[in-house]
Each structure stands twice: as structure tokens, then as C-alpha cells.
């Protein structure tokens, strides 16, 4: 599975970004999918992810009510809508691709960025104050 971010850019305190992420390869596997980010100086970190079995939706507390994951299976392609955005969540965003086993619940998500297999180039997201 290659995926391919884009979409990122600058934006004022309080705006808008949806960045994008399209898969190609073999997709038709269980995957979850995941958007990390990486700040400068700091470890990569959970932000979002999407449950292949069941849908459900993870947040990490500091975007849940502010971002969106969402999956489009007949394009291949995942996105994060961001609104409110704050000068803090300034950072290079990764979409990764996780496969997940059959015996594993619906719901199964992980916050680890180490158990993704696939992941895309990362987009510059830049929130100005």
C-alpha cells in the first residue's frame, strides 16, 4: 500500500484545512486508518483514527471536537478536516495505514505509530497566531 498526503498549507489562528490521503496498492485488505503529526522537536503523535470494522471513530483530546477522519472506499482516500485551528496544532501531518487481523474486534484502533504499516510523505500544516 503506497498512500500519498497532500493539502496542507498556512492558515490563521481559527481557520479551516481538510488535508487529503490516497491510497494505492493493494487496498482491499482491513485497514485501519490513522493521522499522526510531528512538531518540531517533539515525538510523532496520535491525532485521529478510523476503525476499519465498525467505523468508529478515535480523537486525541487535544483536536477531539475540532478535527474530522473520515474514509472515502471508492476513491481510496482518507481525509482530516480540521477546523479551529490553533497555532499549536502546527506540525507535519502523517496518514498511515494499518492492517488489522480478522479475529480482532470491529472496533479496533491503535494510538501507536509504530503499529502502522503504511504510511504517507507527510504535509506541512502551519497555523499563524
Known amino acids: 500500500v503506497q498512500l500519498q498526503a497532500s493539502g496542507g498549507g498556512l492558515v490563521q489562528t481559527g481557520g479551516s484545512l481538510r488535508i487529503s490521503c490516497v491510497a494505492s496498492?493493494?487496498?482491499?485488505?482491513?485497514?485501519?486508518i490513522g493521522w499522526f503529526r510531528q512538531a518540531q522537536g517533539k515525538e510523532r503523535e496520535f491525532v485521529a483514527a478510523?476503525?476499519?470494522?465498525?467505523?468508529?471513530?478515535y480523537y486525541a483530546d487535544s483536536v477531539k471536537g475540532r478535527f474530522t477522519i473520515a474514509r472515502d472506499n471508492a476513491r481510496n482516500t482518507m481525509y482530516l478536516q480540521m477546523n479551529s485551528l490553533r497555532p499549536e496544532d502546527t506540525a507535519v501531518y502523517y496518514c498511515?495505514?494499518?492492517?488489522?487481523?480478522?479475529?480482532?474486534?470491529?472496533?479496533?484502533?491503535?494510538?501507536?505509530?509504530?503499529?502502522?504499516?503504511?504510511w504517507g510523505q507527510g504535509t506541512q500544516v502551519t497555523v499563524s497566531s
Open positions: 498511515a495505514a494499518d492492517r488489522v487481523p480478522p479475529r480482532y474486534s470491529a472496533s479496533y484502533y491503535s494510538p501507536y505509530p509504530d503499529e502502522y504499516e503504511y
Open positions: 496498492g493493494r487496498t482491499s485488505s482491513n485497514y485501519d
Open positions: 478510523l476503525a476499519w470494522g465498525d467505523g468508529s471513530e
